[in-house]
């Protein structure tokens, strides 16, 4: 991974249960290891990094990834609301610019790679996971503290950073004409040095946490984890409602 982790233990104090200078990331990273490592496992992933998934899956995925896009912008918004300083007030803000104006334009250009136009991607209705992962986190970036915006924001970035690097590694992975693109963007500088700062974000807001509220912040980095192995389920099963 190109984020690096220190790996040194979290300790506390006796008194007060407060972080004592460790790295509350390297916590987080252990914590969601076997999800990552199952999601990496899962064929979605596995058949795209070899260049074998079927491009209708994929479609639906982006289509889906347009929506999640949306809401997660949202969360950028949010955060530069919540922040109290105003260097970071002003990262969320470009972040928000960015994924408006730049990815979710990459996404409208990207799907014509596939024959869909952009009034069929701006058409797509939420599938039920969609649905859930998107509200989960909201929910918790309107209600929690920064530091859960974060930590609930964090685990798709983060993820993506690490099957990013994995992929770009792997023999072939980038022959693909239509899967290169997806693996360069999430294997590059630039996303890496956006995942390294809210890595460092969270560290900053973790310092001065409580065990209790730093189990909280675990416990929405695990739930968003998961969340994000059910979209990559979601898009290889091509999710739709029941009824």
Known sequence: MNVVIQTTRKTHDKEGGKMTGKRFSERLYCSAQEIWTKSQQHPFLVELKAGTLDPECFIYYLKQDYLYLLDYAKMYAIGSMKAEDLETKVKFAELLHSTLSVEMEYHRQYVGHFNVTREQLEQTSPSPTTISYTKYILDVATQGSLAELVAVLLPCMWSYREIGSEFVKFPGAL??????????????????????????????????????????????????????????????RQEQWPI
């Open 175 to 236: 022959d693909h004409p239509l899967y290169r693109e997806w693996i360069l963007m999430y294997s590059s500088d630039s996303f890496g040095e956006l995942t390294h700062w809210c890595i460092g974000l969270l560290d900053r807001l973790a310092e001065n946490l409580h065990e209790q509220e730093l189990t909280r912040l675990e416990e929405h980095f695990v739930i968003a984890s998961k969340l994000e192995y059910m979209f990559w389920d979601m898009a290889y």
